[in-house]
């Protein structure tokens, strides 16, 4: 299976710049609508992407920006919630911001322009229901979309806050605090994520940069990483500790950018997760599927409209890396100039 939090952005490309019947931008009938929104509580503000079908050449109209979209006051859209600053529903009216998206020569629709989207300052609580309203007033139709967000989880393992990777065998951890699902998660599909994250300051040069080093440790679904022992009802990902060595020796920048003299120091290794709703994680197995039938089928949460609204959080752990593994690298890679330095 593609990995699925890193194509969510591939996802919406797809949803917006595409004339597969995934999606279909193209309608005989006229004006459908088209959502694109991922809730995420971790952030300041949440984007609402809404277009429409088009009917003509799509290799013409899809450049074609206004063919796209809708003037400013086409649309009435609202959006319903509990949200941080109050315990009772709310339903508030969504402005728009304008975000200019540079040209890209090798876009299939439009780029080089300011684009439309709606959006909300209001933060948005873990495990909540959320419906996205859109009126149509050309026609006084009504689009809908309604999905929950990522209920509260927390880590488990690593429990100390210094990690070592000389072992062969280890585990992320974590756990969900909600008793109204039995603590099982309102996400359908998690990605956990290392990340060897470093301090470099090349020869002749006055200010370090970071940079870090991805390794994915593992993926599954819900049902299949949910764990019981002893009592405690959790999620769990096994990985191989001292992979990170092979990492750290194979990864190409490092490898064609070692110049005599660098010097690069530790950061905190970061531990991440990453969790998508049931909505997005559908939608990802429809659209990747490989059916022998030629039409895949469509799938959406949009009533009266067409796309997806779902939802996606990440929770990271930062942890200092144990100074045997620190100095195992330092001496093991002395070509890449780590140093060991206590106080960091």
């Not at 684009?115 to 050309?138: S, V, W």
């Not at 309604?146 to 072992?167: L, S």
């Not at 429809?286 to 959406?300: E, G, L």
């Not at 990440?314 to 140093?339: H, L, V």
Request: aromatic share 16%; glycine share 4%.
């Amino acid at each position: 299976m593609k990995k699925i939090i890193w194509a969510i952005f591939a996802i919406a490309a797809l949803a917006f710049s595409s004339c597969s019947n995934k999606v279909d931008l193209y309608c005989d009938e006229g004006d459908t609508t088209i959502v694109y929104a991922m809730l995420d509580t971790g952030v300041d503000t949440n984007f609402f992407k809404i277009t429409h079908s088009f009917i003509g050449n799509a290799n013409e109209l899809a450049h074609n920006y206004d063919a796209n979209n809708y003037k400013y006051d086409e649309l009435e859209v609202t959006f319903t919630g509990v949200f941080e600053d109050s315990p009772a529903t709310q339903t508030i009216a969504l402005d728009t911001i304008s975000k200019w998206i540079p040209y890209n020569p090798n876009s299939t629709f439009y780029s080089g322009c300011y684009q439309t989207y709606y959006y909300t300052t209001k933060k948005l609580l873990e495990g909540k229901e959320y419906t996205l309203t859109i009126i149509r007033k050309a026609d006084n139709v009504t689009i809908s979309a309604t999905t929950k967000t990522i209920n509260t989880f927390v880590f488990k393992k690593p429990v100390t806050n210094v990690v070592g990777f000389t072992g062969q065998s280890a585990s992320v951890e974590w756990r969900v605090r909600d008793a109204s699902t039995m603590y099982h998660s309102t996400a359908s599909y998690f990605e956990v994520y290392g990340f060897f994250n470093y301090s470099e300051l090349m020869p002749g040069a006055t200010d370090t940069v970071k940079r870090s080093i991805q390794w994915s440790l593992g993926e599954g679904t819900e049902s299949n990483l949910f764990t019981t022992a002893n009592n405690d009802m959790y999620y769990a990902i096994n990985y191989t500790p001292n992979a990170l060595f092979d990492i750290i020796s194979q990864d190409a920048y490092l490898n064609n950018n070692s110049p005599y003299g660098v010097k690069r120091w530790f950061d905190k290794f970061e531990f991440r997760i990453f969790a998508i709703g049931e909505d997005l994680y559908n939608y990802n197995l429809i659209a990747n599927s490989s059916s022998a039938i030629q039409d895949v089928p469509n799938y959406t949460n949009v009533t009266n409209g067409n796309g997806i609204m779902s939802a996606r959080v990440a929770k990271s752990k930062f942890i200092t890396i144990m100074e045997n593994t620190r100095i195992q690298i330092c001496n093991d890679y002395e070509q890449f100039g780590f140093i060991n330095d206590p106080n960091r």
